[in-house]
């Protein structure tokens, strides 16, 4: 685990060259950002620092959010089979490894996770670890692990995708309400349907979907009608337009798969600009990793590439999340890749950034808490050697890391 730069409850100020927002593309001169209690209470260009701030210099470097990565499994250990390791685990031993893997991405910049699969709602537990309570930011920040939103296990068909994790149900409705219900009364933060099959599961063809557009309704108007949003794994194109019809408020992955290609997205695409729909793209791997250990995954990736990039250009909700721990190119800091990723496909660096930060805060409800550095947010920052704006290598050479005003080692 990270270990806590031991300070004072005080105010902090940190100062450096430049300063990325979170969101606009334009850099701030000269800033000072303070924080207070674990919050961010100004960020200012030039000027004295309050008398009462105690500042540290950070000269040459580029102060930026925290990273917020969508869509991680810190159960899985980014190993060669991390199914079978995850199996041979007793639920100490898996709690460890999660706790584990949460410090490895909170050392690599990413100071927010988002755990869209687990087993035994062990993520919900480390959430309650890392996390502060209401009032108790200045208490409880210095945790050394960021900030975790829990899914609990994903909910799948009986023997699908990632059945392993204990959340098969029948393909009915009632079973779908009981399932989703549970979840609730455990206190997830978000839903995780498995709307289709996945390449980790053999025998879960990824363009086959796993419930009825009517089951996977019955779910999301419940989790809706208690205030829980619902990502739906959705790599089959018939997956994809189920989830967006009834209701989804992420797609995860959407790959338009089919059995022997991919597929056009078509009037898919028009729906989900309307529907608001967020797209949350899969990207970031280790460099010298295949994309994925699937050749047939390997071969379609530039077909997924084009059918997202005809949702980016036409005004989808975008955001791009690693699914950090599914494989060996896939560690738990690997969000931190993702930048460099999109801008090989086109875009500007500054929006892949943003897509990592605000724009994931966003679209895990942290609107106001998490991805920008503006007052009122929490005081998640890295300092950056450089401009991450300009040199995607930059984002490597981080120089300390806050988490909810807590410095990191």
Known sequence: MGTVVNERSRRIGVRAAKLFDGW?????????????G???????????????????????????????DAHVHL???AGEDPVAALAARDTPAVLDAMRAAAATALAGGVTTVRDLGDRDYLALQLRDEASPKAG???????????????SGPPITSRGGHCHFLGGGI?????????AVQERIDRGVDVIKIMGSGGNLTPGSPPER???????????????????????????GTAAIRDAVTVGADS???ASFWSRDGVDDPGDLVEQIVARQVVVSATAGVRPGEPGTPYPEANARIPGIVAALMSLYRAGARFIAASDAGIHAGKPHDVARHIPATLAAIGLPLPEGLRLVTSAAADACGLTGRKGRLAPGHDGDLL???GDPTADPAALHRILAVHARGHRIR
């Open 209 to 235: 979907s796993q419930f009825s557009a009517a089951t996977l309704g019955a779910g999301i108007d419940l989790a809706h009608r208690h205030g829980v949003g619902v990502a739906v794994h959705a790599h």
């Open 75 to 77: 159960a899985f250990d």
């Open 383 to 385: 300092v950056i050697d």
């Open 170 to 178: 029948d393909d009915s409705p009632a079973a779908m309400c009981a």
């Open 24 to 36: 606009s593309p334009v850099l701030l001169d000269a800033p000072l950002v303070v924080m207070d």
């Open 251 to 253: 797609i995860e992955h």
């Open 136 to 150: 108790e930011h200045d208490l409880r920040g210095g945790t050394g692990l960021p900030t975790v939103l829990a």
């Open 38 to 68: 674990g919050r961010i209470v100004a960020v200012q260009s030039g000027g004295l620092p309050p008398q009462d701030v105690e500042v540290v210099e950070f000269p040459g470097a580029t102060l930026m959010p925290g990273l917020v």
